[in-house]
């Protein structure tokens, strides 16, 4: 499956995650949804904003057709490109380098490379906040240099800040499903197995007393 490959390439990035997060700060205390709507919604804002700078080089637009991307919004996003190429950033990472010092990460296994990795993305896209001295900086990784790009920092008010919390976890929402887009088909498979092995053992189970039932009355099954 796609996901078995794709973990199969995660230790780099496990390796650039931990070497990353200096932080310890808590996460927050949410619930990132794995809903259609949430992963849809995510798709959204990681394609038409998140992937100015970085990539899902494992996730290709024909896959977002799976969480019901429709195919009119998938055109417009991918442009001329192919339906089966890879969601890469825009911005040349020989550009990004010079901008921001280092190549911004690729997104496809982000939530794999990170422990509760929903969380971790929801706590960053909502951890920046201005300083004394009037910069932007942010508390689960503190000294990062992507901008806040939910603009967060600069709500206005509490409805502000609630829609760009719901933004974050469909963000959120989003990378979990691009970092194991497999999960639903093997939960699927493994209840549908379950409820197999149920009728099968509630099958044998009758099958064996019959069997007991006529040795008993020392006949013949």
């Not at 310890?24 to 100015?52: F, K, Q, Y």
């Not at 057709?65 to 339906?83: Q, T």
């Not at 806040?148 to 929402?173: P, Q």
């Not at 699927?188 to 409820?195: L, P, R, T």
């Amino acid at each position: 499956m796609k996901g078995c490959s794709m973990l199969l390439t995660a230790l780099p990035l496990l390796a650039f995650a931990a070497a990353a997060d200096a932080s310890t700060v808590p996460l927050a205390d949410v619930r990132i949804a794995a809903d259609a709507g949430s992963i849809r919604r995510g798709a959204e804002t990681v394609v038409t904003v998140c992937m100015n700078c970085h990539s899902l080089k494992y996730i290709k637009f024909r896959d977002l057709l799976d969480v019901g991307v429709k195919r009119d919004s998938l055109d417009l996003w991918k442009g001329d490109k192919d339906l089966n190429a890879a969601l890469i950033g825009s911005t040349p990472a020989e550009v990004a380098r010079q901008v921001y010092g280092v190549v911004p990460p690729d997104l496809s296994l982000i939530t794999a490379a990170r422990e509760e990795g929903g969380r971790y993305v929801y706590s960053l896209l909502t951890g920046f906040y201005t300083d004394d001295s009037g910069n932007t900086d942010n508390h689960v990784f503190p000294g990062i240099t992507m901008p806040d790009i939910l603009g967060y920092t600069f709500a206005s008010n509490a409805k502000d800040r609630h829609e760009i919390e719901n933004n974050a976890g469909d963000v959120a929402a989003f990378l979990v499903w691009a970092a194991d887009p497999d999960a639903g088909v093997r939960k699927k498979i493994g209840i549908a197995v379950i409820i197999y092995l149920v009728i099968l053992t509630v099958l044998l189970y009758f099958w064996k007393k019959r069997i007991w039932k006529g040795l008993d009355k020392g006949g013949s099954v």
